[in-house]
């Protein structure tokens, strides 16, 4: 099947399309992304030197991610994001896994995910006024890029693996069972290239995925993805999808993405949801985030409000942002940004 791009409008919203609708509402209007999983669990002394990187806890240290996912919802996180960014059946089985015990273990990042919320929820049930704001859970699936552990989701250059079939065999079996798991959302995060969005796009639809997603790209300047992609181009793919409920942008310094806003909303009408990192720059040789030269992206909650007011409805952060970070994001979403 290969899906028609179109501008604004061109595929009817669908159920997902209106859920993400009903939970911003339920929200006041906005809902608060969870933060960086890894940075959090390094902080908590997990060592993530590992191709598995944050997937490797699912293995050793299943409380670790737990914790750090309770922290963010106590920050004010309405939607938390799963530990199997970089978690796939290809990397587990490397591994010594077998195939089945790959699959469990993806399932197990979603039930992790559920506990901490049911924790959260447990700890909360003698409120006197009840709790009405959202919690969800969405599941990550990351590039091919990611799988890889060679930075190459920060360039989306897969060399002879860039194939639309390849990348389709490579991720099917993982949404399968990601969606099994029932989620409240998938999130296929940081989407380097037009080809793998197109894949995404058309594996949702062969496997009858019901379960809403959104599709987040990152960007290297404001204008294109990391690979030279046009990002409407990329954009156009994601609006085209009825069961993409939400299209945006993450791990791009906050500096890009106003404009990146501004463009999206040239070709889509589903809600935009933004989480962007905390400005540094990741080095792929040394495996390490470093300081970018240049422009300042100064204080990070700083960029909020202006986000707000563009028009994003599902504001985060990503790689280097952490539970402080969350906290003042709800602060200045309920200071500034009254629901629209």
């Known amino acids: 099947m290969v899906v028609k791009s179109g501008g604004v409008g061109a595929a009817e919203e669908g159920p997902a399309g209106a859920a993400v609708r009903r939970w911003v509402e339920a929200g006041g209007g906005r809902l608060v992304l969870d933060g960086g999983l890894a940075t959090e669990l390094e902080a908590h002394g997990a060592d993530l030197n590992d191709p598995l990187w944050s997937a490797k806890c699912i293995l050793s240290s299943p409380h670790l991610i737990r914790k750090v996912h309770l922290d963010y919802i106590e920050a004010g996180a309405n939607i938390i994001i799963t530990a199997s960014y970089q978690a796939t059946i290809q990397g587990f089985e490397s591994k010594g896994f077998s195939k089945e015990q790959s699959e469990n273990l993806l399932t197990k990042s979603v039930e992790i995910a559920h506990e901490a919320r049911e924790m959260f929820l447990k700890q909360h049930s003698d409120q006197s006024t009840p709790m009405h704001r959202p919690i969800l859970v969405a599941a990550s699936i990351g590039s091919y890029g990611a799988y890889l552990a060679d930075g190459s989701e920060y360039s989306g250059d897969y060399g002879e693996a860039g194939t639309l079939e390849f990348l389709k065999d490579f991720h099917r079996r993982r949404l399968q069972v990601l969606a099994e798991a029932r989620p409240d959302l998938i999130a296929f995060e940081t989407i380097p290239n037009k080809l793998e969005a197109q894949a995404y796009v058309e594996l949702l639809e062969e496997c009858n995925i019901s379960i ?73 040789e040394k495996k390490e985030w470093v300081e970018s030269t240049g422009v300042s992206d100064g204080d990070f909650v700083s960029y909020v409000s202006e986000w707000c007011k563009d028009g994003a409805a599902l504001i985060g952060g990503c790689c280097r942002t952490t539970p402080n970070t969350i906290r003042a994001i709800t602060r200045t979403l309920n200071q500034f940004c009254p629901a629209p």
């Open 212 to 284: 809403p997603s959104w599709f987040s790209f990152n960007s290297k300047d404001g204008v294109h993805v990391v690979s030279g992609d046009s990002l409407i181009e990329c954009a156009k793919v994601a609006n085209s999808c009825a069961k993409v409920g939400a299209v945006g942008i993450n791990c791009t310094p906050p500096r890009f993405i106003h404009s990146l806003i501004l463009t999206i909303q040239k070709v889509t009408d589903k809600p935009i949801l933004i989480y962007p990192n905390s400005g540094e720059r990741y080095d792929a």
